[in-house]
């Protein structure tokens, strides 16, 4: 079967870095995508991982090895409005999209 | 630009009447539409998905059925909603033959069945 890991949930300090991971095993890969959704809202697109290696946005970075079924969500500087939950999904051979059940992330003071 | 319009945004419905939750996209031509649900400590599921006028693809059976009268438009139904139904849904749209296949989701639409 197919299926996505990544822990239910995470705390950090604002300021700091955290890094958010995610396991996969699908039949077929056709790329990563990391969303965001604060509480009660749509997700919304991150990043896009399809070749191995890092992809850096601003303080959000995505780093893929497909050879381990493995990625993280590098996030530095946290800030408040950085707590939400973080989904990670990956494209199966059909293309099609299989969703991990999503890291909540809990940003202190 | 493209915008995606989901209604209504919260609805409470008795066990057993009719449901349907309405989507639009604006800005953009023959895009592939997906409904989800997503309920509480679970990924998304996908429920349908929509490549063109008429063409509707079920992932999941249940209760629920899905049209696309239009080219930009998604209604998802059911005519008898059951407890098990309640949940956040939400529609999505991606650009047809999009290798990366970045889903733009609606705000979603909280249905809580009583």
């Known amino acids: 079967g197919q299926n996505i890991d990544q822990p239910t949930e995470m705390t950090a300090t604002e300021g700091a870095i955290v890094q958010i991971n995610c396991t996969y095993q699908t039949s077929g890969f056709n790329g990563l995508f990391w969303y965001q959704q604060h509480a009660g809202e749509a997700p919304t697109f991150l990043s896009y991982n399809v070749l191995d290696g890092l992809e850096e946005k601003g303080r959000f970075s995505s780093f893929l090895s497909r050879s381990k079924g493995y990625s993280y969500l590098l996030l530095k500087e946290l800030q408040m409005k950085d707590s939400a939950s973080y989904l990670c999904a990956v494209s199966d051979s059909n293309y099609q999209l299989i969703w991990g059940a999503g890291t909540k992330l809990i940003i202190k003071p | 630009s493209q915008t995606i319009h989901q209604w209504p945004a919260t609805l409470v419905q008795p066990v057993g009447s009719p449901l349907s939750l309405e989507c639009t996209v604006e800005g953009t031509s023959n895009p592939n539409l997906y409904w989800y649900r997503q309920a509480a400590g679970r990924g998304l599921q996908l429920l349908f998905y929509s490549v063109g006028i008429g063409q509707i693809s079920s992932e999941v059976p249940q209760n629920l059925s899905a049209s696309r009268p239009q080219d930009r438009q998604f209604i998802l139904s059911s005519k008898k909603l059951l407890l098990s139904d309640s949940g956040f849904y939400l529609c999505?749209?991606?650009?047809?033959?999009?290798?990366?296949?970045?889903?733009?989701f609606g705000a979603g639409s909280r249905l809580t069945v009583l």
């Open positions: 999505a749209w991606s650009a047809l033959d999009s290798g990366a296949n970045v889903l733009t």
